[in-house]
């Protein structure tokens, strides 16, 4: 094998090496919440919704904006219209008296002022000089941009709630099977101990019975965790968006410390406002009262001007539109068979005056649909005031309940620790040594539990205040 093989093998060896460890790199908190931040679905459909927004702003600054329209037709009439009038032998139409025809009967003549086939092209250029209902128009559709902006962040919201549970209720799962995995270590070797006193006549079987059940126990319900984790794993990549078919591993560790908040300053300078939902509300009780407004605007005048600009001309026959075959030239009042411009300006003004009382009862119907949001708004704060409070009260009792854990766990460790002491050195009695594991284990399962439960109460208690973001998260 040659010098330059050998160096391709090894740089293609180092590539997937550092592939594969790119794709196993664990995560930790801000990263789940910067990836779930950019791939989760409801966080791409919100961003959808703020670029549709947007185009509608611009889509309603078109209308005031002059419109450009162009038409091109031809047609072939197979039998003209005749022109119908009343017979008068002195007029200028009717140059030769017609056998039959008395004055006043009504004749039906030829249409020798049209050919049958005829050709247009034309543009036509309208502006709006003004329309009320359009300026009120374009500040609904700002507030419609700023409603989708208010969605997209009570979406972010959501998807930090939930991808923080999930990623706690990881780190809790690794913790309990840790902590199993001690115990199984601790019981599996006093179990060893425990043969060889049997060995030596110094413990009976049934002693070693009793261990083996508690280590059977310990490794049943630390499978179940496992698998409980393998869930966990799964429900943390589909909050955050990440690809079902590959593994993830997440970094980090756990203490009191990850519940612990300042209260005071959490609490001091709150407001509704802080809210997402809150803040939704407001968006669309704005956008009601422009509704409200459009309404009325809907009764003032709209003045526009217009311009037709095109070339028309006529023919026999359709073939006949696109070729010249008089030989004379125009002398502006009589010209050959061809294209001849024409031009229209003007202004339109329409004046809405009556419309059967629709108009009145439309404004009263959006109205009335304010006074709903208005009734939402109140009972939202109520909502907002008992969640504080609830959020609160369960963030207190989390961490109080968090610490008689912690307190329980130290000493059912201590005990434990004293007991094995104690059957080792033969003072003490193998019910009493299994009896502490149980309770260490117990102890452990409640402390991990009540750990787990103060950190949902602390991410509950921001998003109840409305302060809920990635920084604050993941302090």
């Given at each position: 094998?040659?010098?330059?093989?050998?160096?391709?093998?090894?740089?293609?060896?180092?590539?997937?090496?550092?592939?594969?460890?790119?794709?196993?790199?664990?995560?930790?908190?801000?990263?789940?919440?910067?990836?779930?931040?950019?791939?989760?679905?409801?966080?791409?459909?919100?961003?959808?919704?703020?670029?549709?927004?947007?185009?509608?702003?611009?889509?309603?600054?078109?209308?005031?904006?002059?419109?450009v329209n162009g038409s091109v037709g031809l047609d072939h009439?197979?039998?003209?219209?005749?022109?119908?009038?009343?017979?008068?032998?002195?007029?200028?139409?009717?140059?030769?008296?017609?056998?039959?025809?008395?004055?006043?009967?009504?004749?039906?003549?030829?249409?020798?002022?049209?050919?049958?086939?005829?050709?247009?092209?034309?543009?036509?250029?309208?502006?709006?000089?003004?329309?009320?209902?359009?300026?009120?128009?374009?500040?609904?559709?700002?507030?419609?941009?700023?409603?989708?902006?208010?969605?997209?962040?009570?979406?972010?919201?959501?998807?930090?709630?939930?991808?923080?549970?999930?990623?706690?209720?990881?780190?809790?799962?690794?913790?309990?099977?840790?902590?199993?995995?001690?115990?199984?270590?601790?019981?599996?070797?006093?179990?060893?101990?425990?043969?060889?006193?049997?060995?030596?006549?110094?413990?009976?079987?049934?002693?070693?019975?009793?261990?083996?059940?508690?280590?059977?126990?310990?490794?049943?319900?630390?499978?179940?965790?496992?698998?409980?984790?393998?869930?966990?794993?799964?429900?943390?990549?589909?909050?955050?968006?990440?690809?079902?078919?590959?593994?993830?591993?997440?970094?980090?560790?756990?203490?009191?410390?990850?519940?612990?908040?300042?209260?005071?300053?959490?609490?001091?300078?709150?407001?509704?406002?802080?809210?997402?939902?809150?803040?939704?509300?407001?968006?669309?009780?704005?956008?009601?009262?422009?509704?409200?407004?459009?309404?009325?605007?809907?009764?003032?005048?709209?003045?526009?001007?217009?311009?037709?600009?095109?070339?028309?001309?006529?023919?026999?026959?359709?073939?006949?539109?696109?070729?010249?075959?008089?030989?004379?030239?125009?002398?502006?009042q009589i010209g050959p068979d061809k294209w001849y411009p024409?031009?229209?300006?003007?202004?339109?003004?329409?004046?809405?005056?009556?419309?059967?009382?629709?108009?009145?009862?439309?404004?009263?119907?959006?109205?009335?649909?304010?006074q709903k949001i208005e009734n939402g708004e109140r009972q939202?704060?109520?909502?907002?005031?008992?969640?504080?409070?609830?959020?609160?009260?369960?963030?207190?009792?989390?961490?109080?309940?968090?610490?008689?854990?912690?307190?329980?766990?130290?000493?059912?460790?201590?005990?434990?620790?004293?007991?094995?002491?104690?059957?080792?050195?033969?003072?003490?009695?193998?019910?009493?040594?299994?009896?502490?594991?149980?309770?260490?284990?117990?102890?452990?399962?409640?402390?991990?539990?009540?750990?787990?439960?103060?950190?949902?109460?602390?991410?509950?208690?921001?998003?109840?205040?409305?302060?809920?973001?990635?920084?604050?998260?993941?302090?």
């Open positions: 094998m040659t010098i330059r093989a050998l160096l391709t093998i090894v740089c293609l060896w180092a590539g997937y090496l550092t592939a594969r460890a790119q794709q196993t790199s664990a995560f930790t908190l801000e990263q789940c919440l910067d990836y779930a931040l950019k791939e989760a679905v409801p966080v791409k459909n919100a961003i959808l919704d703020e670029r549709i927004a947007k185009a509608r702003v611009n889509e309603t600054v078109g209308i005031g904006l002059p419109q009439n197979q039998q003209l219209r005749r022109f119908f009038a009343v017979y008068d032998p002195s007029s200028p139409f009717f140059q030769n008296p017609i056998p039959g025809l008395e004055v006043g009967d009504v004749v039906a003549a030829r249409n020798f002022f049209q050919l049958p086939s005829t050709g247009d092209a034309s543009i036509r250029v309208s502006q709006l000089l003004f329309n009320g209902s359009y300026l009120v128009g374009l500040q609904a559709a700002n507030a419609y941009r700023e409603l989708a902006e208010k969605n997209a962040g009570q979406t972010r919201e959501q998807v930090v709630t939930a991808v923080s549970k999930a990623y706690y209720a990881v780190l809790i799962n690794r913790e309990r099977i840790k902590s199993f995995d001690a115990n199984i270590g601790r019981v599996d070797s006093l179990l060893k101990t425990t043969e060889l006193m049997i060995a030596n006549g110094f413990a009976e079987p049934l002693e070693a019975d009793r261990l083996r059940v508690s280590l059977n126990n310990l490794i049943a319900e630390r499978n179940s965790f496992i698998r409980l984790q393998e869930i966990s794993l799964e429900l943390l990549k589909f909050q955050m968006g990440y690809p079902m078919d590959q593994s993830i591993e997440v970094s980090g560790t756990l203490s009191e410390a990850e519940a612990a908040i300042n209260l005071d300053s959490l609490v001091s300078d709150w407001h509704y406002r802080d809210r997402p939902d809150f803040q939704v509300l407001q968006a669309n009780k704005k956008l009601q009262s422009l509704n409200i407004r459009n309404k009325f605007a809907e009764g003032m005048p709209v003045l526009s001007a217009y311009a037709n600009l095109g070339y028309s001309t006529q023919s026999p026959n359709i073939g006949g539109l696109f070729t010249t075959r008089t030989p004379i030239d125009d002398n502006g024409y031009s229209v300006f003007g202004i339109s003004l329409s004046i809405p005056v009556f419309s059967g009382l629709q108009r009145t009862y439309k404004i009263q119907q959006e109205k009335l649909t304010l939202l704060r109520a909502q907002i005031d008992m969640e504080v409070k609830e959020a609160l009260n369960k963030y207190t009792s989390s961490m109080e309940t968090l610490k008689v854990q912690k307190d329980n766990m130290d000493l059912s460790a201590k005990i434990a620790r004293v007991t094995r002491l104690k059957y080792t050195e033969g003072v003490g009695s193998n019910i009493e040594v299994v009896e502490a594991e149980s309770s260490l284990r117990q102890s452990q399962v409640n402390y991990y539990n009540a750990l787990f439960d103060a950190l949902v109460a602390r991410i509950d208690l921001i998003r109840a205040l409305g302060k809920l973001n990635k920084s604050e998260t993941s302090k």
